[in-house]
């Protein structure tokens, strides 16, 4: 019983205090930027985000003709941890409710904007529950067999799976000339290790990815210790590989509004409980699924949104918080560009 109590209070303190410190919260404004740290406290060296995409909604090409100059390369999307599977059931519950294009739908917006400017462009068909060795493989497999050089827009576990591959397949190296990567697990995702650590929890979701064709090794990798160790285990080739590709790491926070408000469904994130999980454990600048922080290698070029949860770059998740389809284009422009 004391333990409810004192999970009760922590949670009316914190989410009164996340309230105050973003401004009730109205997250209209979608593309605020703000500054943030190393946990050593060193300044992470970014680019204003309001300058970063000033003028882009103006000049993304829609058209073919449009487009500035020759685009010489080919654009590989490579999906989250699950999203897949997400992508399966919202085409079942379609049939009954017909939901519209896209939704829970991962770079269904940006794939085929790039198809209709005829910028070659490729998802990786893994499955996305599977482990980063597997995946890392079949996106070198997707990249050597590519005739251009290869730009790699990854998301969430997609990212250690590029981290994966590039590490583990120096051969690929040198076709890759560019990394956008959004919001990736690079140091893990305390939500993971609260799954693992809870053995009805870890069962229930073991079972899910098992029926899905998946492994629940997928789930190791995104733990926070897996994450880290990887990381520190292959320090030096990470480092050479940042410094010789150009990489954008896109981290983000949002800010919940309080649980017990009556604050519109577009105000809140489809994500809203695991992001009041990581905030309770330390995690407060937090996109919903990661820390902020832990999206940011050393060696990227690192951009931070505000109230920007961990779905918006990607997919719509309306009714609750999301961005239009034309801002996810002017993302998506901003960052290839």
Request: charged share 20%; net charge neutral.
């Amino acid at each position: 019983m004391k333990k409810i109590i004192f999970l009760v209070f922590s949670m009316m303190i914190l989410t009164n205090s996340e309230a105050t410190f973003a401004e009730n919260n109205p997250n209209f404004s979608v593309f605020k930027y703000f500054r943030t740290e190393y946990p050593s406290g060193e300044k992470i060296n970014a680019v204003a985000f309001d300058e970063f995409f000033k003028g882009t909604m103006e000049t993304v090409p829609l058209l073919p003709s449009e487009l500035p100059k020759n685009f010489p390369y080919k654009v590989i999307l490579v999906r989250g941890l699950f999203t897949g599977l997400y992508t399966d059931i919202t085409k079942v519950v379609g049939l009954a409710i017909n939901l519209p294009d896209g939704i829970v739908n991962a770079f269904y917006d940006v794939r085929s904007w790039l198809t209709a400017l005829g910028i070659e462009n490729s998802l990786l068909p893994s499955n996305t529950q599977m482990g980063s060795i597997a995946d890392a493989k079949e996106l070198r497999d997707e990249i050597l067999a590519s005739d251009k050089p290869v730009l790699l827009m990854t998301h969430c576990k997609g990212g250690i799976d590029a981290l994966y591959a590039l590490v583990n397949h120096p051969e690929i190296r040198k076709k890759v000339v560019g990394w956008v990567s959004i919001q990736s697990l690079f140091y893990g995702t305390k939500i993971i290790d609260h799954i693992v650590s809870n053995p009805i929890l870890l069962k229930i979701t073991s079972d899910g990815i098992l029926k899905s064709g998946g492994d629940p090794k997928s789930l190791y990798d995104t733990t926070s210790v897996e994450a880290r160790k990887f990381m520190e285990k292959n320090g030096k080739k990470i480092a050479d590989i940042l410094n010789k590709i150009p990489v954008i790491s896109i981290g983000s926070r949002f800010v919940s509004p309080p649980l017990y408000s009556l604050s519109p469904l577009k105000t809140r994130s489809f994500l809203d409980a695991t992001n009041t999980i990581l905030s309770m454990s330390g995690d407060v600048n937090n996109d919903g699924l990661v820390s902020t922080e832990g999206t940011c290698p050393k060696g990227s070029v690192c951009i931070f949104l505000d109230n920007f949860d961990h779905a918006a770059a990607v997919m719509s998740l309306a009714p609750f918080f999301s961005i239009s389809h034309e801002e996810r284009l002017q993302f998506a422009w901003s960052v290839l560009n």
